[in-house]
Each structure stands twice: as structure tokens, then as C-alpha cells.
């Protein structure tokens, strides 16, 4: 028995080894809390510990106690291994179970819109024009900052914020994802604090897990991040908060005025950078303040991308900031990637958002996404199901489930009858959310949901 506890600790430790959880150089917990916190005894601790130094995993330091080696450390893993459908609470969970579902799967957990709800006829349209363009664009490489003709266009937008931005303040990159990694790499270094919503967007911790920083979740209410838990947590010097200040995800959320304010004041006080993710900006009816808008981008970057109102098949996202810090990520763009996205999508980006079909398909999107809430929200209240807010706009519901339900459970009866739904654990890093999920509304259509979700909640009781 005590080698099976000892055999089980070394696991533990060489998981949190390879997700750099702690890494190279870092002091091994205390003997005694660590002992404390598995419910063994300090022997067994000990145990363990001389047989991972014996692997050179770790070292011992005379009178100063155990630390991970520099050398011989495993490759670096950001889960355990386990199959997609084990796996409920890390920030993969959802991702890998939409992307990768199996045919015939209702998905809604998933965090895009069918594809009878894009502009097909705009997206063959641009693709006719840029068929017929200048062979560069169907040939050559990006420029560095990325198309000037998509460019123009959201620096038109910006404009009608009010946000004047030159076009040294803005580049283009292969998505929002990879704006978020730039920026990352640009200002973040292992072991930088980073401050994220709790809940908020899953793959921004799947992220941060891969630059090995340190995460702390900031509590957030109706009107956006506890302003308390907020400056209670600037005493920790963070480098960077990231956000959604519209339509939040998971919880449709939009941050007030008031709190929006009284966050850059803090920010600018402790030199804090904050990056805000507008991706959802087009699917709001009505504009809110925007951080971004409100600093003129001093100290916010603002990204963003078209998949959720174009295509996420042709991925393109931006990033707008200070002038230096642009040029900063333009090189870093350059070093990855060699260049800006690809013309081709570009292009096509360019030609379907310059045209009108684009603003009469947003205008009757609001309009089923308008009546889609309306509906989901009246067939989940029979189950007991109800939503956190109300969202201006958008997508998503954030719901809270009777008292009892464990989402993350739920999730997984549900997959084995091939309905992908993203339980609330996923979305928290203090995994505080096991009774709320976040559904889709546009991709619950199908009685079948609701059938299914009925059954997994009995199953449960």
C-alpha cells in the first residue's frame, strides 16, 4: 500500500512537472504540506521524492530542500493523457469535443453558429472576385502587417466608435487565437501573473497553460469583473488581464460603463495591460462602451476575428494598440509566421465585408438571434434551467441548473448519446461552476437536446 501511495505521488508530481505547473528551478512543495494536502504521511512524501531526485527529476539543495531539475525534465504536456471524452473540466474539454465530433453530433456546446446561418451566397461571391484578381493575391506571400484593403476597412469601423486609430496601430494575423499568442510571447515571460474572468473564455487559460504563467481568476458579476477581488489581486503585480467587455463569454454579460471606467483607473495606476477580445462585437445590436474606445488604446490591445459572423474557415484576426507595440508583434508575426494571414482570406474578408450583403446578413441575424433566445430560454425553464443574464445580444446562454446538478456529469452522460454541451467547470479556474453551463442558442433547434439533457439530469438525481 505504501508503495502504491508513493508510486501515486510521483505521478502527481511528474504531471505537474510536465505542465510546467512547476518548473525548472522551481522549490518542490514542503515536505509536510505537501503530505498534508494527499492525506499521506511525511515518509511517503520523502519516499517519493528521493526516487524522483534518483531520476534526476528533481534535486535536493542541503538545508534549503527539493527543486526541479534544469535537465532531464519530461516534454511538456498542457493535460494529462487521458481520451477526450474522460476528460470534464480542463479548458480542452469542449474544444476537442466540437471539433472533433462525430457525424450526426448536436453541438450545443459549441462556440459557432450553423452553417445555414453564415452568408454563404456573400462568402461565393467574394470567393468569385478573388478567383478573378491579380495573380499576386492568389500567389504570393502577406505582407507583414497583412492586407491594407482589410485594414482600411476596420480602421472605418473603429471610426465609427470613435476610436481613431492610425495604421500603425493595427495588424492583421492568422486569427484571434493567434493575436492572443503574440501578445503573450511579446509582454509575457514563466511565471508572469495574468489575470482572467472566472468564468471566462476557456482557450485563454488553454493558452497562458502553454507560456507556463501564473493564472488567478477574477470573479465576474452582470456589470464585469468584481471590482474588489480586482484590486485585491493588483497587489500581485500582474502583466496582463484579458477580457471580454461585450457579450462575455460564457456569460453574454456586458460590462457597465461604470466598471469599465473604474477598471482602467486601476489598470493605469498599477501598470496594467488589458486585452480585449471583441470578437463578438458584430453579433451586439447596439454598441456598449468598449475599453479600448474609452483608453484610445494606451493601455489596451484590442483583438478580434470573423468567425463567429463570416466563416471559420477562413480565419483572419487583428490586433490595435500603441504604434511600438504593433511594430513589437509585427516582427514576432514575421519570426512565426513569415507574414500576415493569407491574401487569399484576406481578400475575401475584404470583398464580403465591403459589400452590403454583409450589413443586411447582420441585421437578420439579430433578428433570429433575438427570437432564438427567446425560444431556448422558454423550453429549458420546464427542466428548472434558467439563464444568469439576460444577453443584449449574441449566442450564448449562461444557465444555472437545479441545486444538486453537476454540470460537468451531465456533459458526459450527454456525450454518449452524441450531444456536445460545455459544462460550467470548463469556463472556471477556481472551478466554482460546476451547477451552470453555457448552450448555444442557434444549435438547439433539435427536440432532441432538450430529451437528452432531460435524461442526464435524472440520471443524476
Known sequence: ???TKTDHLMQVLRDRIATRALGPGDRMPSIRRFAGQMNVSPSTVVEAYDRLAAEGVISAKRGSGFYVSNSNLPPMKLTQARSPQARNVDPFWVSRQSLDARPGALQPGCGWLPEDWM???ALRKGLRAVAKSEAAILTNYASA???MVLRRSLLG????ETLNASPEQLMLTASASQAMDLICRLLLRPGDTVLVDDPGYFNFRALLRAHQVNIIGMPYTPQGPDLAAFEAALAQAPRLYLTNSALHNPTGATMSPQVAHQLLTLAAAHELTI??????????PEPSPRLAVLDGLNRVLRIGGFSKTLSASVRCGYIAGRADWIEALVDLQVATSFGGPSPVATELLAHVLTGGMYRKHLAELHRRLAGARKSVVAQLAPLGITPWVLPRGGFYLWCRFP???DTGEIAQ???AENVVLAPGNVFSPSQTAAGFMRFNVTQMRDPRVYEVLERAMSEQA
Do not use: H, I, K
Not at 486585452?275 to 451586439?284: A, Q, S, Y
Open 145 to 147: 502587417r497583412g492586407s
Open 1 to 3: 500500500m505504501a508503495g
Open 157 to 160: 469601423r473603429f471610426s465609427e
Open 119 to 121: 452568408p454563404q451566397e
Open 413 to 415: 452522460r450527454a456525450m
Open 275 to 284: 486585452v480585449e477580445d471583441d470578437t463578438f462585437v458584430d453579433l451586439e
Open 403 to 405: 441545486e444538486g446538478c
